[in-house]
């Protein structure tokens, strides 16, 4: 069996990590600039200069028969202090970025918030502030009604659970806060309110198109087969993948998620009680949505753990420096036989064919699914413009083997985003985390395929596995 033919096989982007010019032509500021900036050792310019590179990158994407791009746009582009007055300038660039991709054969799928909420909001709390729903609300519209001829594909948010942890938990991204569980969960929650406004706002409003959410679904199994670790298991999966998936397609949570999430809350001093009202608004997009993106890249091996959170980010690619424990959940732990990447990252894609799978078991009413992200972090070297990257080949042909499994074994999987098109920066790892297809030169910001680039045409144009 191949891939169907209409499979898409596309790249993905994100603004705030390939745009650059993050302070410039118009552009309002997001926490993430500040942030970089107080920490020293990370920028979000020149990244991958898209902003005026988007040609040779589209270019690339046709010549290497990519006829797909994620991109998303940047919000504080639009609109500068997230609410108000539009910079004309930042919406006319998306409209010449659409078109350039029209031009070249290759479809646009749009994320409308990709960890980047302009800096007023995310000042005044956020996610945790029901004001940023309101605002993320009328921006979402504003985009649907200025682009709905360019863009018939619409991402709401990029990963919601990441976008929490990162922010509250792991103290990574803006506000660097961390182990406050109660604050993760309630911006999680306003987020997928905030999704289903767009939603509903979208569906209402007529556009031509489709609409779905992405999140970041990371399998957790046991890491031994005893009661405890399977129940750490359960509570790391209910608080980072099922809270999001019951929102996403019950528009409410079951009473076993509610369980978890209540005791997780109570036992770090919080508390959660979603407001009915707001439930409604998620119920009735819940049967609206199209489909569901899915971002994958690793799994978990959980061992219960009951002792003090304790969190290291590997952010430098030293190997085997992570550390994962949460107090009252569990352990994130090495296995023996399963590969990382320098990052410590699991390779597992048997974890991504068990999770859509889940899906699809879980949510029968799930109607599509997108693999909208999955690549390999990797130290590239650049030798006489040859980059030879086999490892990431590898990476991707393992997973498109599952992938194709779980499309005959009935799932409903529609198409495939390598992470990313070309080389871009790393929120909080910086820019020696490769992933691209296309190796940047971040000074002369000239872009080279690596061997991943040819490989990855081969399997479009095959439409199967190597
Ligand atoms: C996803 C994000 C991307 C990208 C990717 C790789 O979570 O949606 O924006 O960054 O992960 O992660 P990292 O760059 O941290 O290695």
């Known amino acids: 069996m191949k891939f169907p033919n209409d499979f898409v096989f596309g790249g993905a982007t994100a603004a705030y990590q390939c745009e650059g010019e993050t302070r410039t032509h118009g552009k309002g500021k997001v926490a993430w600039d500040d942030f970089l900036a107080a920490q020293g050792r990370l920028s979000g310019d020149p990244a991958s200069d898209f902003y005026h590179q988007y040609p040779v ?3 690339l994407c046709r010549k290497f028969h990519i006829k797909a791009i994620r991109i998303s746009i940047a919000w504080s582009r639009i609109f500068p202090e997230g609410t108000g007055s539009i910079n004309q300038e930042g919406v006319d660039f998306y409209h010449r970025v659409f078109q350039e991709c029209h031009k070249n054969g290759v479809e646009p799928y749009v994320t409308l918030h990709h960890f980047d909420t302009p800096d007023t909001l995310h000042k005044a ?4 502030n029901k004001d940023t729903v309101e605002a993320y609300a009328a921006y979402a519209k504003f985009c649907f009604e200025e682009y709905h001829q360019e863009v018939k594909y619409w991402f709401t948010f990029n990963e919601v659970w990441p976008v929490a942890t990162n922010q509250y938990i792991e103290g990574t991204f803006p506000p660097g806060i961390k182990y406050d569980i109660p604050k993760a969960i309630l911006s999680m929650h306003y987020m997928m309110l905030a999704h289903a406004k767009a939603v509903l706002a979208f569906k209402e409003g007529g556009y031509p198109g489709q609409i779905g959410v992405i999140h970041s679904l990371e399998t957790k199994y046991p890491y031994e087969d005893n009661e405890e670790d399977r129940l750490a298991a359960k509570k790391e999966d209910i608080l980072a993948n099922q809270f999001v998936l019951d929102a ?8 076993e998620t509610l369980a978890v999430i209540r005791d997780l809350a109570a036992l770090n001093g919080g508390d959660f009680n979603p407001d009915p009202a707001d439930l409604a608004i998620m119920k009735k997009a819940a049967s609206m949505i199209d489909y569901l993106g899915m971002n994958h890249y690793q799994s978990h091996f959980i061992k219960s753990y009951d002792g003090e959170n304790d969190i290291f980010h590997n952010g430098t690619g030293e190997k085997g420096t992570n550390r994962f424990r949460l107090k009252g959940i569990g352990e994130r732990m090495f296995k023996e036989g399963i590969e990382t990447t320098d990052w410590d990252w699991l390779i597992y894609p048997q974890g991504m064919y068990d999770m859509i799978m889940r899906i699809k078991k879980q949510y029968p009413m799930y109607k599509a699914i997108y693999i909208t992200e999955n690549g390999m972090g990797y130290k590239d070297t650049f030798e006489d413009g040859f980059i030879d990257d086999t490892p990431r080949c590898d990476y991707i042909n393992k997973h498109l083997k599952v992938l194709k499994q779980a499309i005959a074994d009935g799932a409903h999987v529609k198409g495939y985003f390598v992470w990313s098109l070309m080389d871009v920066f790393s ?31 081969m399997v479009i144009d095959r439409k199967d596995v190597i």
């Open 427 to 457: 929120w909080s790892n910086g820019y020696n985390k490769r992933y691209g297809l296309f190796y940047v030169d971040f000074e002369t910001q000239k872009r080279y395929p690596k061997c991943s680039a040819y490989y990855y045409k």
């Open 248 to 255: 996403t397609f019950l528009g409410t949570y079951t009473d």
């Open 125 to 128: 709390g956020d996610f945790l």
């Open 57 to 59: 990158d589209l270019d």
